[in-house]
């Protein structure tokens, strides 16, 4: 497979990088200056992609992660399977769900924001408040994803930028949409019965439940007794 620069000049037609760079959105101008960091090589990112990270180091200093992902799922055509992950993408995005943002899919590669930290690392690791907060996302996730008629096969992927719950999985893990009997109450089942329900509290965990029975989610506050 191409390196990043070789992928990002082939994706915008152009055999110059800040060109591609600028037509893709992630420089304003093609005179900006940037440099390209690549994370090693193309890697399996489950079991439908190849996935390749770099970041883009911009003049000012900034620094903004990215990722590439290849579909190389033999289900069905590959055209196919990335037009349905796009779709679902996109008709998630539109509900309300915290989803990577994108700048190209096409020719059985996407491309997006690289979202940094795992959302059970980041959990683990909060204080009572930011604790308290992602709590809050990941059952207005549940709402958002029983909305959309779907009950993920699982819940390891979940990623956060800082304190929110962001879906990055459109494919086979995000299960079949359109069921209609999805509700947040069966979303939370089928996540207590996998082991990223470990990492929640039990105070925690009752709170998911009566969210889940409310059409609007209450905030959750954190009983910071329990640290004590």
Known sequence: MDDVASQLTRMTGTSLLTVALARLG?????????????????????????????????????????????CVTMSRPIAETLSTWQQ??????????????????????????????????RLNAA?????????????????????????????????????DCVWIDFGQDLGTDSQSGATAETVLKRFTQGNSARNIRPDELAYLRKAAKQKNTPTYVHNSTEDM
Do not use: C
């Open 26 to 70: 992630i420089i304003e101008s093609p005179d900006d200056n940037f440099e390209i960091r690549q994370h090693g090589e193309w890697t399996l990112g489950g079991g439908e992609t190849y996935v390749l990270p770099f970041d883009v180091v911009k003049a000012s200093g900034d620094l903004e992660a990215f990722i590439l992902k290849a």
């Open 88 to 121: 679902r993408h996109a008709d998630l995005r539109e509900l309300g769900l915290d989803v990577p943002r994108r700048f190209w899919v096409g020719d059985g590669t996407i491309l997006e924001e690289r979202i940094e930290y795992s959302f059970w690392e």
């Open 127 to 163: 204080d009572a408040p930011r604790r308290s907060g992602m709590i809050g996302a990941l059952s207005a996730a549940f709402e958002i994803l029983a909305e959309g008629g779907y009950l993920p096969l699982g819940f390891h992927d979940l990623r956060s930028r800082d304190r």
